[in-house]
């Protein structure tokens, strides 16, 4: 949660006050998390919906606040608000809530292998560093998880979840291109 470390260190008494209906309070506290917010989105999101991310992100805190149960869990909602947003963003990108494995299927079927392979190369190089460098590892390179474990000095469940979201990332580009 090291993403959202700004929001973390908010006083308490500020997040308890913009829980209450100070407009004052609430102001600044969106000045504090907008930063995080941007950090996280860029980390998690595609480039694309990095710009959406944030004020969508912002906007849920601004109406959604009071729903809080506990000041001491700010960082963690606003972490949970910031990812539900971009995978909400990524789906609606992709034009549906799911894809079905089978569209991408349909889709790459009637192309030629020379195709397929420049459309999967251009939705490799269109993912974050981040993400980009573990798929790499795992699909290209074959690598089991725990050598990718070695190589990039990440957990277990890190390297898993960013094969998934990568993964996912791919499956929206090939899709919607």
């Not at 995080?36 to 004020?55: K, Q, S």
């Not at 290209?140 to 979201?165: F, M, W």
Request: proline share 4%; glycine share 4%.
């Amino acid at each position: 949660m090291t993403a959202l470390a700004g929001a973390g260190r908010c006083d308490p008494s500020l997040i308890e006050a913009a829980r209450g209906g100070d407009t004052e309070a609430l102001v600044s506290l969106i000045a504090i998390a907008q930063p995080d917010i941007r950090r996280y989105a860029a980390r998690n999101c595609r480039a694309a919906d990095i710009d959406d991310a944030v004020p969508e992100t912002l906007l849920l805190l601004y109406r959604r606040l009071g729903t809080l149960r506990a000041v001491t869990s700010f960082s963690a909602w606003l972490f949970a608000v910031a990812r539900r947003a971009c995978l909400r963003l990524l789906r609606r990108s992709a034009g549906m809530a799911d894809a079905p494995a089978d569209d991408v299927e349909m889709r790459l079927a009637h192309l030629a292998p020379d195709d397929i392979r420049i459309d999967l190369s251009r939705a490799i190089q269109s993912l974050p560093d981040h993400y980009r460098e573990v798929i790499l590892l795992r699909d290209i390179e074959e690598l089991p998880i725990d050598e990718i474990v070695g190589v990039l000095g990440l957990t277990r469940e890190s390297v898993k979840a960013r094969i998934h979201r990568a993964r996912l990332m791919i499956r929206e580009y090939l899709i919607r291109d």
